[in-house]
């Protein structure tokens, strides 16, 4: 049985943000200079959910969709304009020394590492800033080096690690002081598959033998599927989904792509007629749907789990002569496109 104290709480958040606007034409840099516009965004837009001591959630959605923002108010970074963050009962930004220290951080995109130090040097002072003992240090540091395989670049300048030498170094730095949480944005970002394995497989045991609590941001389906429980989807600063992945799966139905071609032309009956759903006393609406009609070629998106293929076959066989009838499984990451 899994605890359930609750390690992150955020209720009610919200971040807006003031830019200038800029103006366009001749003259448009001093012109925005001077003018002093502004448009407020609203990145993130009251979020609340609550995450337990032991979980590694999976915090998904498009670009632009307000992740690293949130990330970035629960770390204590960013101010939010309004709402609470509080991790392990307590608030990130009234206390932040405090709770840094139980915090993990890493941001895929910026190494928190010393670009020309070796990364033998950036651990120092990492530990040093952390006032983790010696003894503490070189346990972890051993221990994650180990697990990482850090040895073969251990006196490398960062700068010179491939991308994904240097992530692996980001994220043992990131346990140097054993924090309790571990907050990841976009730790797979670019790297091959290879790296991503080795990744994936620590963080895996991070969770499950050391008992972290990890929030991850990813683009990559595969992380997800690998390794949350539960995912949040967030889209245009609001949460879509939170949830199992199974349940995700369930919720959006996962349509199946069916493609026919026919010998010559075809007829479609009109939506009335379409004998099928009837037929199988099933809901139209919610069996298939046609969204493609070509000169000779179907599309059609079924819901297998209610749908058979025969009957789908019978079916267009009444509209044609069926040439090809082709299916196409849509994957995990067709699922989340849906929900964005
Ligand atoms: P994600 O990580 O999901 O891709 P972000 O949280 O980085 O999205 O950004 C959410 C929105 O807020 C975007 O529209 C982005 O342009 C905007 N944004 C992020 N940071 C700032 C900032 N410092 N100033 C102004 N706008 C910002
Ligand atoms: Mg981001």
Redo the contacts with the bound molecule.
Sequence with gaps: MKNTLPMIEVSGLHKQ???PVVKEGRFAGIRTLFTREYRM?E??KDISFSIQKGDFVGYI??????????I?MLTGILHPSSGEVKINGINPHKHRRQVAKRLGVVFGQRSQLWWDLPVKDSYDILAHMYKVAPDEKEKRQGEMGELLDLKEFWLTPVRKLSLGQRMRADIAASMLHDPDVLFL?EPTIGLDVTAKRSIRGFLKKLNSEFGKTILL?THDMDDIEQLCERVMV?NH?QLSYEGTIENLRDKIGLPTLIRVTFHGTYQLPAPQDQCLPVELGLDAERTFQIVDAGSHEVHIEANRQQVKAMDILRMVSGWGEVADIHMEEPDFEDVIHRVY
């Design positions: 943000f003031r830019t965004k990145a993130v959605g498009p670009n632009g969709a307000g992740k690293s923002t949130t970035k944005d941001t967030i600063g």
